[in-house]
Protein backbone atom coordinates (compact mmCIF):
# COMPACT_ATOMS: atom_id res chain seq x y z
CA UNK A 1 0.00 0.00 0.00
CA UNK A 2 1.15 3.67 -1.27
CA UNK A 3 2.34 5.56 1.76
CA UNK A 4 2.79 9.27 2.22
CA UNK A 5 6.67 10.48 1.04
CA UNK A 6 7.05 7.23 -0.16
CA UNK A 7 9.21 8.12 -3.74
CA UNK A 8 7.11 7.58 -7.02
CA UNK A 9 7.87 4.23 -9.64
CA UNK A 10 8.70 4.46 -13.38
CA UNK A 11 5.19 3.75 -13.98
CA UNK A 12 4.00 6.56 -11.71
CA UNK A 13 6.06 9.03 -13.35
CA UNK A 14 4.78 8.24 -16.32
CA UNK A 15 1.04 8.54 -15.85
CA UNK A 16 2.49 11.90 -13.82
CA UNK A 17 3.74 13.42 -17.09
CA UNK A 18 0.44 12.51 -18.88
CA UNK A 19 -1.16 14.35 -16.44
CA UNK A 20 1.12 17.30 -17.23
CA UNK A 21 0.83 16.75 -21.00
CA UNK A 22 -3.55 17.43 -20.21
CA UNK A 23 -4.15 13.80 -21.14
CA UNK A 24 -7.15 12.34 -19.38
CA UNK A 25 -7.00 8.62 -18.28
CA UNK A 26 -8.50 6.37 -21.44
CA UNK A 27 -5.69 8.82 -22.76
CA UNK A 28 -2.77 7.77 -20.70
CA UNK A 29 -3.81 4.02 -20.51
CA UNK A 30 -3.38 3.99 -24.49
CA UNK A 31 -0.41 5.60 -24.44
CA UNK A 32 1.36 3.24 -21.87
CA UNK A 33 -0.55 0.12 -22.77
CA UNK A 34 -2.39 -0.38 -19.73
CA UNK A 35 -5.82 0.06 -18.76
CA UNK A 36 -8.13 3.02 -16.89
CA UNK A 37 -8.83 0.90 -13.96
CA UNK A 38 -4.66 0.66 -13.82
CA UNK A 39 -4.18 4.08 -14.19
CA UNK A 40 -6.48 5.10 -11.90
CA UNK A 41 -4.80 2.87 -9.49
CA UNK A 42 -1.54 4.54 -10.17
CA UNK A 43 -3.28 8.28 -9.71
CA UNK A 44 -4.42 6.99 -6.28
CA UNK A 45 -0.90 5.93 -5.14
CA UNK A 46 0.30 9.20 -6.83
CA UNK A 47 -2.29 11.08 -4.40
CA UNK A 48 -1.14 9.23 -1.56
CA UNK A 49 2.39 9.53 -1.71
CA UNK A 50 2.06 13.20 -2.70
CA UNK A 51 -0.35 14.19 0.12
CA UNK A 52 -2.99 15.39 -1.91
CA UNK A 53 -6.45 15.39 -3.52
CA UNK A 54 -6.60 16.38 -7.31
CA UNK A 55 -5.13 15.95 -10.28
CA UNK A 56 -4.14 20.25 -10.03
CA UNK A 57 -2.93 19.43 -6.19
CA UNK A 58 -0.36 16.60 -7.48
CA UNK A 59 0.81 18.67 -10.13
CA UNK A 60 1.70 21.71 -7.89
CA UNK A 61 3.44 19.55 -5.24
CA UNK A 62 5.79 17.63 -8.15
CA UNK A 63 6.90 20.90 -9.48
CA UNK A 64 7.56 21.82 -6.07
CA UNK A 65 9.41 18.80 -5.53
CA UNK A 66 10.96 18.63 -8.98
CA UNK A 67 10.01 15.48 -10.08
CA UNK A 68 8.26 17.48 -13.15
CA UNK A 69 11.19 20.12 -14.32
CA UNK A 70 9.65 22.34 -16.37
CA UNK A 71 11.52 24.85 -18.87
CA UNK A 72 11.94 28.44 -18.87
CA UNK A 73 12.80 28.61 -14.51
CA UNK A 74 14.08 32.15 -13.71
CA UNK A 75 16.89 31.37 -11.46
CA UNK A 76 18.69 34.10 -9.23
CA UNK A 77 22.01 32.44 -7.60
CA UNK A 78 21.14 28.86 -8.72
CA UNK A 79 17.77 29.18 -7.06
CA UNK A 80 14.59 28.57 -9.28
CA UNK A 81 12.20 31.10 -8.33
CA UNK A 82 9.05 30.01 -10.68
CA UNK A 83 8.29 27.37 -13.38
CA UNK A 84 6.36 28.00 -16.47
CA UNK A 85 5.03 25.65 -18.32
CA UNK A 86 5.89 24.79 -22.04
CA UNK A 87 5.98 21.00 -24.23
CA UNK A 88 8.09 19.53 -26.86
CA UNK A 89 7.73 21.60 -30.24
CA UNK A 90 6.64 24.60 -28.91
CA UNK A 91 8.57 27.98 -29.69
CA UNK A 92 9.76 28.01 -26.10
CA UNK A 93 12.09 25.46 -26.63
CA UNK A 94 15.92 26.21 -26.81
CA UNK A 95 18.91 24.52 -29.13
CA UNK A 96 19.71 21.57 -27.82
CA UNK A 97 16.77 20.47 -26.16
CA UNK A 98 15.49 16.50 -26.87
CA UNK A 99 12.22 15.12 -26.27
CA UNK A 100 9.86 13.08 -27.68
CA UNK A 101 6.42 14.23 -28.44
CA UNK A 102 4.50 15.91 -25.00
CA UNK A 103 7.24 15.39 -22.63
CA UNK A 104 7.94 17.76 -20.37
CA UNK A 105 11.52 19.15 -20.79
CA UNK A 106 14.21 21.64 -19.00
CA UNK A 107 16.01 24.69 -20.50
CA UNK A 108 19.05 25.20 -18.98
CA UNK A 109 18.56 27.66 -16.55
CA UNK A 110 18.64 31.18 -17.62
CA UNK A 111 20.61 33.83 -14.53
CA UNK A 112 17.93 36.71 -13.93
CA UNK A 113 20.31 39.97 -13.12
CA UNK A 114 17.17 42.66 -14.24
CA UNK A 115 12.93 42.64 -14.59
CA UNK A 116 13.39 40.00 -12.06
CA UNK A 117 9.50 40.84 -10.48
CA UNK A 118 8.38 41.12 -13.96
CA UNK A 119 9.30 37.62 -14.68
CA UNK A 120 8.53 36.44 -11.86
CA UNK A 121 4.80 37.68 -12.42
CA UNK A 122 4.80 37.03 -15.66
CA UNK A 123 6.07 32.94 -13.98
CA UNK A 124 3.37 32.85 -11.97
CA UNK A 125 0.36 33.82 -14.03
CA UNK A 126 1.60 30.85 -16.60
CA UNK A 127 1.27 28.97 -13.70
CA UNK A 128 -2.03 29.65 -13.14
CA UNK A 129 -2.97 29.46 -16.28
CA UNK A 130 -2.19 25.82 -16.55
CA UNK A 131 -3.85 25.05 -13.08
CA UNK A 132 -6.53 26.10 -14.59
CA UNK A 133 -6.45 24.28 -17.70
CA UNK A 134 -5.48 21.07 -15.69
CA UNK A 135 -8.52 21.88 -13.58
CA UNK A 136 -10.72 22.24 -16.96
CA UNK A 137 -9.38 18.67 -18.24
CA UNK A 138 -10.45 17.00 -15.07
CA UNK A 139 -13.68 18.70 -15.58
CA UNK A 140 -13.95 17.64 -19.15
CA UNK A 141 -12.89 14.14 -18.27
CA UNK A 142 -15.27 13.60 -15.63
CA UNK A 143 -18.39 15.14 -17.36
CA UNK A 144 -17.72 14.12 -20.98
CA UNK A 145 -21.01 12.26 -22.09
CA UNK A 146 -20.44 9.08 -23.65
CA UNK A 147 -21.70 9.96 -26.37
CA UNK A 148 -19.38 7.15 -28.13
CA UNK A 149 -21.26 4.48 -25.94
CA UNK A 150 -23.65 2.34 -28.06
CA UNK A 151 -27.59 3.17 -26.47
CA UNK A 152 -28.59 0.50 -23.96
CA UNK A 153 -31.74 -1.28 -24.58
CA UNK A 154 -32.85 -2.21 -20.88
CA UNK A 155 -34.28 -5.77 -20.80
CA UNK A 156 -37.36 -7.08 -18.49
CA UNK A 157 -36.42 -9.53 -16.11
CA UNK A 158 -38.80 -12.44 -16.52
CA UNK A 159 -42.91 -11.01 -16.23
CA UNK A 160 -41.83 -8.17 -13.62
CA UNK A 161 -41.41 -5.18 -12.97
CA UNK A 162 -37.84 -5.52 -12.97
CA UNK A 163 -35.46 -4.44 -15.64
CA UNK A 164 -31.79 -4.72 -16.46
CA UNK A 165 -30.60 -1.68 -17.37
CA UNK A 166 -26.30 -0.55 -18.23
CA UNK A 167 -24.26 -2.66 -15.58
CA UNK A 168 -21.38 -0.89 -13.92
CA UNK A 169 -18.50 -0.56 -14.64
CA UNK A 170 -16.88 -2.83 -12.42
CA UNK A 171 -18.97 -4.92 -9.26
CA UNK A 172 -19.04 -3.13 -6.10
CA UNK A 173 -20.71 -2.91 -2.46
CA UNK A 174 -21.32 -1.28 0.32
CA UNK A 175 -21.28 1.92 -1.76
CA UNK A 176 -22.79 5.26 -0.81
CA UNK A 177 -25.80 6.10 -3.26
CA UNK A 178 -28.29 8.96 -3.73
CA UNK A 179 -29.87 10.64 -6.36
CA UNK A 180 -29.81 14.48 -7.58
CA UNK A 181 -32.00 14.93 -10.73
CA UNK A 182 -32.09 12.21 -13.48
CA UNK A 183 -28.31 10.97 -11.86
CA UNK A 184 -27.62 8.36 -9.40
CA UNK A 185 -24.26 8.79 -7.43
CA UNK A 186 -22.20 5.54 -6.22
CA UNK A 187 -19.76 6.81 -4.17
CA UNK A 188 -16.93 4.27 -2.90
CA UNK A 189 -17.71 0.88 -1.23
CA UNK A 190 -15.53 -2.37 -1.77
CA UNK A 191 -14.25 -3.16 -5.14
CA UNK A 192 -11.85 -6.24 -6.37
CA UNK A 193 -9.13 -4.02 -5.70
CA UNK A 194 -10.20 -3.50 -2.27
CA UNK A 195 -11.99 -0.27 -0.41
CA UNK A 196 -11.97 2.59 -2.55
CA UNK A 197 -12.48 6.19 -3.47
CA UNK A 198 -14.39 6.00 -7.21
CA UNK A 199 -17.23 7.73 -7.70
CA UNK A 200 -19.13 7.08 -10.73
CA UNK A 201 -22.38 8.82 -11.96
CA UNK A 202 -25.64 7.31 -13.84
CA UNK A 203 -27.72 8.92 -16.18
CA UNK A 204 -31.14 7.41 -16.56
CA UNK A 205 -31.91 9.65 -19.42
CA UNK A 206 -29.07 8.38 -21.53
CA UNK A 207 -28.69 5.27 -19.97
CA UNK A 208 -24.66 5.74 -19.13
CA UNK A 209 -21.79 6.21 -16.39
CA UNK A 210 -19.56 8.62 -16.09
CA UNK A 211 -16.61 9.34 -13.70
CA UNK A 212 -16.52 11.91 -11.17
CA UNK A 213 -14.22 13.31 -8.95
CA UNK A 214 -12.50 11.18 -6.45
CA UNK A 215 -13.96 11.03 -2.63
CA UNK A 216 -10.25 12.48 -0.99
CA UNK A 217 -11.43 9.37 1.97
CA UNK A 218 -12.18 6.24 0.46
CA UNK A 219 -14.76 4.37 3.17
CA UNK A 220 -17.21 1.30 2.13
CA UNK A 221 -20.52 1.18 4.67
CA UNK A 222 -21.15 4.67 4.27
CA UNK A 223 -24.54 6.48 3.63
CA UNK A 224 -25.19 9.64 1.82
CA UNK A 225 -27.87 11.88 1.40
CA UNK A 226 -28.33 14.99 -0.77
CA UNK A 227 -28.84 18.46 1.46
CA UNK A 228 -29.10 21.97 -0.56
CA UNK A 229 -27.64 20.46 -3.67
CA UNK A 230 -24.39 18.94 -2.62
CA UNK A 231 -24.01 15.15 -1.47
CA UNK A 232 -22.83 14.63 2.27
CA UNK A 233 -20.73 11.66 3.53
CA UNK A 234 -20.44 10.85 6.65
CA UNK A 235 -18.46 8.57 8.45
CA UNK A 236 -17.41 5.10 6.74
CA UNK A 237 -14.73 2.12 6.92
CA UNK A 238 -11.80 3.03 5.44
CA UNK A 239 -8.95 0.76 3.92
CA UNK A 240 -7.39 -0.17 7.55
CA UNK A 241 -10.59 -1.46 9.03
CA UNK A 242 -11.23 1.16 10.97
CA UNK A 243 -14.29 3.69 11.42
CA UNK A 244 -13.69 7.25 10.64
CA UNK A 245 -14.87 10.42 11.62
CA UNK A 246 -14.66 12.22 8.53
CA UNK A 247 -17.20 14.19 6.89
CA UNK A 248 -17.61 14.76 3.17
CA UNK A 249 -19.39 17.14 0.79
CA UNK A 250 -19.49 16.89 -3.08
CA UNK A 251 -20.87 19.14 -5.50
CA UNK A 252 -21.92 18.15 -8.08
CA UNK A 253 -21.75 21.36 -10.34
CA UNK A 254 -18.27 21.97 -9.14
CA UNK A 255 -17.41 18.45 -9.41
CA UNK A 256 -15.56 18.72 -6.18
CA UNK A 257 -14.99 18.07 -2.93
CA UNK A 258 -15.02 20.00 0.88
CA UNK A 259 -14.58 18.42 3.87
CA UNK A 260 -17.25 20.04 7.07
CA UNK A 261 -17.02 19.29 10.58
CA UNK A 262 -16.25 15.98 11.28
CA UNK A 263 -18.79 13.32 13.12
CA UNK A 264 -19.02 13.64 17.30
CA UNK A 265 -16.96 9.97 17.23
CA UNK A 266 -15.93 7.74 14.33
CA UNK A 267 -18.85 5.65 13.13
CA UNK A 268 -19.12 3.01 10.09
CA UNK A 269 -22.66 1.90 9.18
CA UNK A 270 -24.53 4.41 10.04
CA UNK A 271 -27.75 6.02 8.36
CA UNK A 272 -27.27 9.26 6.77
CA UNK A 273 -30.70 10.90 6.26
CA UNK A 274 -31.59 14.31 5.30
CA UNK A 275 -34.82 16.36 6.70
CA UNK A 276 -35.96 20.06 6.83
CA UNK A 277 -32.38 21.38 5.69
CA UNK A 278 -30.37 19.13 8.06
CA UNK A 279 -28.44 16.05 8.10
CA UNK A 280 -29.46 13.08 10.48
CA UNK A 281 -27.08 10.21 11.12
CA UNK A 282 -27.98 6.85 13.42
CA UNK A 283 -26.34 3.94 14.76
CA UNK A 284 -23.46 2.95 13.17
CA UNK A 285 -20.22 0.88 14.93
CA UNK A 286 -17.24 2.70 16.40
CA UNK A 287 -15.14 -0.10 15.93
CA UNK A 288 -15.79 -1.50 19.57
CA UNK A 289 -19.06 -1.45 19.69
CA UNK A 290 -23.15 -0.81 18.29
CA UNK A 291 -24.13 2.31 18.89
CA UNK A 292 -27.68 4.01 19.63
CA UNK A 293 -26.14 7.39 19.01
CA UNK A 294 -27.82 9.55 17.23
CA UNK A 295 -26.86 12.98 15.52
CA UNK A 296 -27.89 16.34 13.91
CA UNK A 297 -26.02 17.81 11.03
CA UNK A 298 -26.27 22.06 10.99
CA UNK A 299 -25.11 23.16 7.57
CA UNK A 300 -25.17 26.85 8.38
CA UNK A 301 -23.34 26.30 11.27
CA UNK A 302 -21.04 23.61 10.27
CA UNK A 303 -21.67 21.82 13.71
CA UNK A 304 -23.24 18.30 14.81
CA UNK A 305 -24.78 18.06 18.27
CA UNK A 306 -26.07 14.70 19.73
CA UNK A 307 -30.18 13.72 19.84
CA UNK A 308 -32.17 11.61 22.16
CA UNK A 309 -30.86 7.91 21.45
CA UNK A 310 -32.28 5.44 19.41
CA UNK A 311 -34.76 2.54 21.90
CA UNK A 312 -31.91 0.01 20.53
CA UNK A 313 -28.52 -0.08 19.19
CA UNK A 314 -28.38 -0.32 14.93
CA UNK A 315 -25.64 -0.65 12.40
CA UNK A 316 -26.55 -1.18 9.35
CA UNK A 317 -30.01 -0.42 9.39
CA UNK A 318 -32.19 0.49 6.26
CA UNK A 319 -34.35 3.71 6.18
CA UNK A 320 -35.56 7.16 4.34
CA UNK A 321 -37.73 10.38 5.00
CA UNK A 322 -41.27 9.75 4.79
CA UNK A 323 -43.90 12.26 5.41
CA UNK A 324 -41.55 14.46 7.22
CA UNK A 325 -40.87 11.85 9.28
CA UNK A 326 -37.27 9.52 9.59
CA UNK A 327 -37.85 5.95 9.07
CA UNK A 328 -34.99 3.67 10.65
CA UNK A 329 -35.58 -0.25 10.14
CA UNK A 330 -33.96 -3.65 10.35
CA UNK A 331 -30.27 -3.42 10.79
CA UNK A 332 -28.49 -5.53 13.41
CA UNK A 333 -27.69 -5.17 17.25
CA UNK A 334 -24.13 -6.26 16.89
CA UNK A 335 -25.15 -10.33 17.02
CA UNK A 336 -27.72 -10.61 14.85
CA UNK A 337 -30.30 -9.26 12.66
CA UNK A 338 -33.62 -7.32 13.30
CA UNK A 339 -36.67 -6.32 11.88
CA UNK A 340 -37.73 -3.48 14.28
CA UNK A 341 -38.90 -0.68 12.62
CA UNK A 342 -38.29 3.17 14.83
CA UNK A 343 -39.74 6.83 13.30
CA UNK A 344 -38.13 9.63 14.58
CA UNK A 345 -40.15 12.95 14.60
CA UNK A 346 -37.46 15.73 13.67
CA UNK A 347 -39.31 18.51 15.33
CA UNK A 348 -39.55 17.19 18.82
CA UNK A 349 -37.14 14.46 18.74
CA UNK A 350 -38.99 11.69 19.74
CA UNK A 351 -38.96 8.33 18.92
CA UNK A 352 -41.78 5.70 18.50
CA UNK A 353 -41.86 2.27 17.45
CA UNK A 354 -43.23 0.94 14.17
CA UNK A 355 -45.07 -2.34 12.60
CA UNK A 356 -41.76 -4.73 12.21
CA UNK A 357 -40.81 -5.82 8.99
CA UNK A 358 -41.76 -9.32 7.59
CA UNK A 359 -38.27 -10.71 8.13
CA UNK A 360 -35.31 -9.48 10.19
CA UNK A 361 -32.59 -7.70 7.62
CA UNK A 362 -29.57 -5.81 7.69
CA UNK A 363 -26.94 -4.26 5.31
CA UNK A 364 -30.17 -3.64 3.08
CA UNK A 365 -30.81 -0.54 1.20
CA UNK A 366 -34.24 1.89 1.13
CA UNK A 367 -36.08 4.60 -0.53
CA UNK A 368 -39.12 6.40 -0.73
CA UNK A 369 -41.08 6.55 -3.85
CA UNK A 370 -44.91 8.42 -3.37
CA UNK A 371 -45.22 7.92 0.12
CA UNK A 372 -44.12 4.37 0.63
CA UNK A 373 -40.85 3.12 2.04
CA UNK A 374 -39.33 0.39 -0.48
CA UNK A 375 -36.72 -2.05 1.44
CA UNK A 376 -34.35 -4.39 -0.94
CA UNK A 377 -31.32 -6.51 -0.25
CA UNK A 378 -30.14 -7.42 3.43
CA UNK A 379 -29.10 -10.45 4.71
CA UNK A 380 -31.18 -12.53 7.01
CA UNK A 381 -29.69 -15.40 9.16
CA UNK A 382 -32.62 -17.14 10.17
CA UNK A 383 -33.71 -17.25 6.41
CA UNK A 384 -30.50 -17.40 4.42
CA UNK A 385 -32.11 -18.19 0.95
CA UNK A 386 -34.25 -15.29 0.83
CA UNK A 387 -33.81 -12.96 -1.74
CA UNK A 388 -37.30 -11.23 -1.63
CA UNK A 389 -37.71 -7.00 -0.30
CA UNK A 390 -40.18 -5.40 1.01
CA UNK A 391 -42.24 -2.25 1.23
CA UNK A 392 -44.32 0.05 3.56
CA UNK A 393 -47.62 1.90 3.46
CA UNK A 394 -48.26 3.97 6.62
CA UNK A 395 -51.55 4.51 5.47
CA UNK A 396 -52.38 1.21 6.44
CA UNK A 397 -49.24 0.43 8.56
CA UNK A 398 -48.46 -3.05 6.77
CA UNK A 399 -45.48 -4.39 5.25
CA UNK A 400 -46.14 -6.27 2.07
CA UNK A 401 -43.40 -8.29 0.01
CA UNK A 402 -41.60 -6.88 -3.05
CA UNK A 403 -40.66 -9.55 -5.50
CA UNK A 404 -37.07 -9.26 -7.07
CA UNK A 405 -36.45 -10.96 -10.22
CA UNK A 406 -36.80 -15.12 -10.70
CA UNK A 407 -33.84 -16.59 -9.51
CA UNK A 408 -32.16 -13.82 -7.46
CA UNK A 409 -29.81 -14.34 -5.14
CA UNK A 410 -29.66 -12.74 -1.24
CA UNK A 411 -28.44 -8.70 -2.17
CA UNK A 412 -26.34 -7.44 0.08
CA UNK A 413 -25.40 -4.25 0.45
CA UNK A 414 -26.24 -2.55 -2.62
CA UNK A 415 -27.18 1.09 -3.63
CA UNK A 416 -30.38 2.20 -3.43
CA UNK A 417 -32.10 5.46 -4.61
CA UNK A 418 -34.82 6.40 -7.20
CA UNK A 419 -35.25 8.43 -9.99
CA UNK A 420 -38.76 9.87 -11.09
CA UNK A 421 -41.12 6.82 -11.13
CA UNK A 422 -38.62 3.96 -11.25
CA UNK A 423 -36.16 2.19 -8.21
CA UNK A 424 -32.84 1.46 -8.89
CA UNK A 425 -30.53 -1.41 -6.73
CA UNK A 426 -27.07 -1.28 -8.00
CA UNK A 427 -23.82 -3.17 -7.41
CA UNK A 428 -24.33 -5.20 -4.21
CA UNK A 429 -22.67 -8.55 -3.31
CA UNK A 430 -24.68 -11.85 -4.76
CA UNK A 431 -23.38 -15.44 -3.09
CA UNK A 432 -19.82 -13.95 -1.69
CA UNK A 433 -19.03 -12.31 -5.60
CA UNK A 434 -19.42 -8.60 -5.96
CA UNK A 435 -22.27 -7.99 -8.51
CA UNK A 436 -22.36 -4.99 -11.08
CA UNK A 437 -26.08 -5.47 -11.72
CA UNK A 438 -28.02 -1.98 -12.23
CA UNK A 439 -31.36 -3.04 -11.53
CA UNK A 440 -34.49 -0.98 -12.55
CA UNK A 441 -38.11 -1.48 -10.70
CA UNK A 442 -40.82 0.07 -12.06
CA UNK A 443 -43.99 0.26 -9.61
CA UNK A 444 -46.60 1.65 -12.11
CA UNK A 445 -47.81 0.76 -15.20
CA UNK A 446 -49.01 2.86 -17.65
CA UNK A 447 -51.94 3.32 -19.84
CA UNK A 448 -53.21 6.18 -22.28
CA UNK A 449 -57.10 5.95 -23.13
CA UNK A 450 -58.23 7.76 -25.75
CA UNK A 451 -62.13 8.11 -25.23
CA UNK A 452 -64.01 6.83 -28.09
CA UNK A 453 -66.04 9.37 -30.57
CA UNK A 454 -69.48 9.21 -30.45
CA UNK A 455 -71.74 7.24 -32.71
CA UNK A 456 -74.13 9.13 -34.79
CA UNK A 457 -77.22 7.91 -33.24
CA UNK A 458 -75.59 8.94 -29.84
CA UNK A 459 -74.25 5.73 -28.06
Known sequence: MAELGEPLSERELDVLRGLAAGAGNKDIADELSISPYTVKTHLRNIYTKL??????????????????????????EGEAIAPVIALAGSSNLQDGDRSSPGEIVLNPPRPVTTHRWRNLSLALLLMLLAAAALAFLQWRDSNRNAADVAPYEEQPLGDTRWLASRPLPEGRAGQAATAIGLEIYLIGGETEGGVTDDVVVYDSRERVWRQAADKPTAVTQASADELFGEIYVPGGLTADGRPTDVVEAYSPSQNAWRRVAPLPQPLAGGLAIAEGGYLYVFGGWNGESTLSDAYVYDPAADSWRPLANMPQPRTSAAGDSLTGRIYIVGGTDGTAQQATCFIFTPPDGAWESCPDMLQPRAGAGATVLLNKLYVIGGTNDTAPGSAQGELFDPNSGAWTVLNLPPGSTPLLQPGVAHVENRIYATGGERGGALSDANLVFSPFVYQTFIPAAPSDNGD
Open 51 to 76: GVSTRTEAMTVAMQQGLLVLPGAAVV
